[in-house]
């Protein structure tokens, strides 16, 4: 595992595009993870519950929060800009950066989808991903019958 000095800073402003930021997870963003964790198909990609508790959402953002310490990548909550609400979350992953490869990974929450919000943050995302001296390819894992994200990321 990487360590945190090698990876590049956190960005002095936050990445954004269209109507969305990606800044940092704050705890308030346990409501948005709790929501998100109503998807079947997220605790199979990582590490949110299903169903999480309050608590367990808490715990979820707090890990969340120390990914870019942990030499792990970026770590992101996405926001509106018209009122900061979080309305999903997405990382940037840099284990094999060495290698000049990142891997991205986006999710909106079920009461904010159909907004676009998917497709503005992976922008927002990759947009930030270029700014990373070394990076050359970032990679989507996506289930094929994952036709929404699939949409998302043509």
């Known amino acids: 595992m990487p360590t945190s000095h090698r990876l590049p800073s ?12 990606l800044r940092r997870v ?7 993870a709790r929501d998100l964790s109503t998807d079947p198909y997220v605790p199979l990609t ?6 999480a508790s ?12 120390g990914r870019h310490t942990e030499g792990r990548g970026f770590s992101f909550t996405i926001a509106r800009h018209s009122d ?6 997405c990382g940037l992953w840099l284990k094999d950066l060495a290698d000049g490869r990142a891997s991205a990974g986006y999710a909106i929450a079920p009461s904010s989808r159909q907004c676009g919000y998917a497709a503005e943050a ?3 995302l990759t947009n930030f991903a270029w700014t990373i001296p070394g990076l050359s390819r970032v990679e989507l894992f ?13």
Not at 26 to 32: F, N, V
Not at 84 to 89: L, Q, R, S, Y
Request: net charge negative; charged share 30%.
């Open 26 to 32: 704050e705890l308030r963003d346990a409501a948005m």
């Open 122 to 124: 992976l922008a927002a």
């Open 46 to 51: 990582g590490t949110l519950p299903g169903h």
């Open 54 to 65: 309050r608590e367990e959402a808490e715990s979820w953002v707090r890990r969340q929060q």
């Open 10 to 21: 956190w960005p002095a402003t936050d990445p954004e595009f269209g109507a969305v930021r």
């Open 84 to 89: 900061d609400e979080a309305v999903g979350h």
């Open 142 to 154: 996506i289930e094929p019958g994952n036709t929404g994200s699939l949409r998302t990321a043509d």
